[in-house]
T-cell receptor
Framework: DTGVSQDPRHKITKRGQNVTFRCDPI?????LYWYRQTLGQGPEFLTY????????KSRLLSDRFSAERPKGSFSTLEIQRTEQGDSAMYLC???????????FGSGTRLTVV | KNEVEQSPQNLTAQEGEFITINCSYS?????LHWLQQHPGGGIVSLFM???GKKKHGRLIATINIQEKHSSLHITASHPRDSAVYIC????????FGTGTSLTVIP
């Protein structure tokens, strides 16, 4: 395991459908972060976990969004009743308890049609 | 108001030129990252800084905590350096600049 893995790389879905993304962090990293990046913008923070505890959530994370990290390892981000405005790159990152070694995954690109 | 401002937004350089990208921020931070993103690709962390200066190959990053400013320098630029460079600052969560799109022409 040499990096943060995200699956799928690309997802096209119809408006109103539910989608789920997965992130596998670097195995010894305690912290896991989800970000969203829309075209031409920098990533925006969504939420982060310390082990299995979800410690912070952005106001961008509406009630249609839910994230879990049940065993403190991989995490899932689910979007219910997708809207066209949800189309973006969803990025996952992980880090040890400090900030050295902060590593991004390659992202999942979501297109809602 | 953006917590992180980068300049310039776009930059075109001739191969071999010395390049500087600037980042100013308004929030208190524990760390600053310089990230590289290629078109359609994922993000790679180039540097994490909390003080001073770091060098990796042709890349140099500096940070001035008092002035809340960081710079990324690329010496002897090459077309493969063409990418978007993003500054990210924060602690428990990170705030990102909108990026500087760099194109290096052969």
């Amino acid at each position: 395991d040499t990096g943060v893995s995200q699956d799928p790389r690309h997802k096209i879905t119809k408006r109103g459908q539910n989608v789920t993304f997965r992130c596998d962090p670097i195995s010894e990293h305690n912290r896991l972060y989800w970000y969203r990046q829309t075209l031409g913008q920098g990533p925006e923070f969504l939420t982060y976990f310390q082990n299995e505890a979800q410690l912070e959530k952005s106001r961008l994370l509406s009630d249609r969004f839910s994230a879990e990290r049940p065993k403190g390892s991989f995490s899932t981000l689910e979007i219910q009743r997708t809207e066209q405005g949800d189309s973006a790159m969803y990025l996952c990152a992980s880090s040890p308890s400090g900030f050295e070694g902060y590593t991004f995954g390659s992202g999942t690109r979501l297109t809602v049609v | 108001k953006n917590e992180v401002e980068q300049s310039p937004q776009n930059l075109t350089a001739q191969e071999g030129e010395f390049i500087t990208i600037n980042c100013s921020y308004s929030v208190g931070i524990s760390a600053l990252h310089w990230l590289q993103q290629h078109p359609g690709g994922g993000i790679v962390s180039l540097f994490m800084l909390s003080s001073g200066k770091k060098k990796h190959g042709r890349l140099i990053a500096t940070i001035n905590i008092q002035e809340k400013h960081s710079s990324l320098h690329i010496t002897a630029s090459h077309p493969r350096d063409s990418a978007v460079y993003i500054c990210a600052v924060g602690g428990n969560q990170f705030y990102f600049g909108t990026g500087t799109s760099l194109t290096v022409i052969p």
